[in-house]
């Protein structure tokens, strides 16, 4: 059953992380794919991630479709115009992709070609207005198209904010989001139920199936990392503890338990999960074992 | 220097819509000799909103509105009108509508929008900076500007990147879009959050041909202006309001 008819037909859904590979080498990309296929409902394909040049989202989505693991193409707006972001979306149809997320995307001074133009002709609102007018049979030009996609278009929110501002503009984007077309939404990692319950207390009214996101920890040294480092994730200290306490050998145990933990509390507030285990997508059955997925 | 032309007056007019109750201010420095918002364009634009069944409470043109202290002084005897108004209208650059609308405790809207000169921009000691966008957006915003209070100058709302109010880019920066919600909120105008965005026009951010080689300012053409084809004379030593595309170029 694909994604789509999945979160359309009320049914819990699951996706997980899929990352292209920097180089040219596809044999872990073949082997993560054995492994998730059949297991999740779909695999999110990054976009040149925290701004790190890797191989094309278009082409490791197209053999995702090739090998039976339905993608989620993620499109930033950092390196595409709006007549490339068109011509790749027409593109990634042909090739059997239905499902796009659309992001605005990290700015290439954090990456690892700070050297680079960002584009940002769109945002992730006109972003979700191009696909949206793509399925209407137009361009964003208002040309004619010679057959229409249909594609099911994903968007993002952020859990915790830690101002007033900061969350009613995260529930205000939401909105614009959800009227340029979003059918679905995935967060930003959550590690605090609570913040989670408080967002989906709005959310749930706007009707648009949410799938929470988890990233399952590995160090405490990395959950802080992710606290200094990147946009919208915290990772309150109590965890940290138990990740510092845990036994070399144990701490990947300890992590995968306390991430399908973290599915169990939230999974009854949203209509699906998104499991981000980046290059530990191996991992990903084992956690939804755990947590009765 | 900084250029800037009329919006269109429908657009003017739009947002305008729910107040019927308008102050309107102009500026004696660029604006004045762009032909976008000096004492005669700031009279026209009274007739013109008049006509349409908008109550003007008063106007007045300042001399320099990107400065904040002189917008401060220049609307102080302005106090009573000002407050009469439901919203105020400034015929000026992005920067000069900016200081406006951190100065009023009002929803202020751009009159005008800020054209790219490919340069010569000069430098203002307030915090305020203009994209030169020429399609203003101030009035989704609470008069901050997204191109330039964002870091990543992003028009449909804030990137969730933001800590404790700081960018993520740098935590020396305020989060542009935290300042325009509280903005917003504080003059009581916080559903111009759902205003839906159209994708900028990027033509409209590049120089255009003509404004490359304009010469329109350049110093060579003082004391004695190019002839404007106007019929109205210029002010002694001011540029001329006349469409820079139609002058003869400067050697």
């Not at chain 1, 054995?34 to 053999?63: C, H, P, W, Y």
């Not at chain 2, 420095?29 to 908008?54: F, I, N, R, Y």
């Not at chain 2, 992003?154 to 509280?182: F, H, M, P, T, V």
């Not at chain 2, 994708?199 to 404007?228: G, Y």
Request: hydrophobic share 40%; proline share 5%.
């Amino acid at each position: 059953m694909s994604l789509q008819s999945k979160l359309e037909s009320g049914q819990f859904a699951v996706s997980c992380e899929f990352g292209p590979v920097k180089g040219v080498d596809l044999h872990e990309v073949y082997e993560n794919l054995e492994i998730l296929k059949g297991k999740v409902d779909a695999a999110n394909v990054t976009d040149q991630q925290s701004s790190i040049m890797r191989m094309s989202g278009l082409a490791t989505a197209s053999i995702c479709v090739q090998g039976g693991l339905e993608p989620i193409y993620q499109m930033t707006c950092r390196d595409r115009n709006r007549i490339a972001i068109q011509s790749d979306l027409l593109g990634a149809w042909a090739l059997g992709i239905k499902n796009v997320l659309a992001l605005t995307g990290d700015m290439s001074a954090r990456g690892d070609h700070p050297q680079a133009k960002d584009v940002f002709d769109l945002d992730s609102v006109t972003l979700l207005q191009t696909i949206a007018t793509l399925n209407g049979g137009k361009d964003l030009s208002g040309n004619e198209l010679k057959g229409s996609p249909a594609f099911f278009p994903g968007a993002v929110v952020k859990v915790e904010n830690d101002t007033e501002a900061s969350f009613e503009l995260q529930i205000a984007k939401m909105q614009k989001k959800i009227a340029a077309g979003a059918k679905f939404f995935q967060t930003q990692a959550c590690y605090i139920p609570k913040s989670f319950e408080k967002l989906m207390k709005r959310a749930d009214k706007f009707g648009v199936p949410v799938m929470v996101g988890v990233i399952p920890l590995r160090t405490a040294g990395s959950a802080r990392y992710m606290n200094n480092n990147v946009a919208g994730i915290y990772v309150p200290d109590d965890l940290i503890d138990i990740m510092a306490k845990a036994a070399k050998e144990d701490r990947e145990k300890v992590g995968i338990e306390m991430a399908s933990n973290l599915i169990k509390q939230m999974k009854g507030m949203c209509q699906g999960v998104h499991i981000m285990a980046v290059a530990w997508e191996k991992k990903v059955p084992e956690i939804m074992a755990l947590a009765g997925l | 220097m900084l250029y800037s032309e009329q919006k269109h007056f429908d657009e003017i007019f739009a947002y305008l819509e729910k107040n019927k109750n308008v102050f309107i201010v102009g500026c004696d420095g660029c604006a004045q000799s762009s032909g976008s918002g000096g004492p005669k364009q700031v009279e026209e634009m009274k007739q013109k909103l008049t006509d349409a069944g908008k109550n003007v409470t008063g106007a007045k043109v300042v001399a320099f509105l990107c400065s904040k202290a002189l917008v401060k002084s220049g609307l102080r005897g302005r106090v009573d009108q000002i407050q009469a108004a439901d919203a105020v209208l400034v015929l000026t650059c992005g920067v000069g509508i900016q200081a406006v609308a951190t100065s009023l405790n009002k929803p202020v809207y751009p009159g005008c929008n800020t054209v790219n000169l490919g340069g010569s921009r000069g430098e203002w000691e307030g915090s305020e900076r203009c994209f030169e966008c020429g399609q203003c957006l101030l009035w989704h915003t609470g008069g901050i500007c997204p191109l330039t209070a964002c870091t990543k100058s992003l028009i449909s709302g804030s990137c969730g990147g933001a800590k404790n109010g700081k960018c993520e880019i740098s935590q020396e920066r305020d989060c542009g879009w935290e300042l325009i919600y509280n903005r917003l909120k504080e003059r009581g105008n916080l559903e111009r959050l759902n205003d839906m965005m159209r994708p900028l026009d990027q033509r409209k951010l590049m120089v255009r041909p003509e404004m490359i080689s304009t010469p329109r300012f350049a110093l060579e053409n003082f004391p004695k202006p190019p002839a404007p084809p106007a019929a109205e004379a210029p002010k002694a030593g001011a540029p001329a309001p006349a469409n820079p595309s139609k002058e003869v170029k400067a050697k």
